[in-house]
């Protein structure tokens, strides 16, 4: 049966029924049946719907980097107003060819991107033919996936998880 029509609309927010014969909103209904709702098994957990994870950084000298909400990148980087959520990791570079404060990692909408941040020698994008793709400053880069980041003579490997 079709409700007849009503001459004011429920408030929102309440829970009054939108016609006189209509359970209340706050009214919860069993399954059909009368059956309980299906649970999972004991042994199996229950966990949020599976996302994608942060890609990870691995450095020459085997340390690694989860990129999660942003890392700025460099031999001593320092916080940044701009970047405030992003993780400090300190690169361990021998030939010092990689700035003090020399570029920012982020992952946003499952992609990865580069910031130079000014540094000295550069930050630039490297395919899997070793083609060299130089980042302008301050300008996010998407980083493909399979490609690797160069920070000044530093190469920095992009592992993507999840996928």
Known sequence: MIPPASTTPPTVGSSAPPWPDAPSLD?????????????????????APTTIESPV?????????????????????????????????????VARSVSKTHALVTWERGHVWVSDLHST???????????????????????????SLLLGALRVVVQRTGR
Request: hydrophobic share 35%.
């Open 27 to 47: 009214t919860v209904r069993p399954p059909i049946g009368g059956a309980s709702a299906p649970h999972p098994p004991a042994d199996v957990p229950v966990t």
């Open 57 to 93: 950084l691995h450095f020459p000298d085997g340390s690694s980097a989860v990129i999660g909400r942003g890392v700025l990148l460099g031999r001593d980087p320092v916080t940044q107003s701009e970047h405030p959520a992003a993780v400090l990791v300190r690169v361990h570079d």
């Open 121 to 147: 020698n550069g930050t630039a994008i490297v395919d899997d033919d070793g083609f060299e793709t130089a980042c302008s400053p301050e300008v996010p880069t998407p980083v493909p996936s399979g490609h």
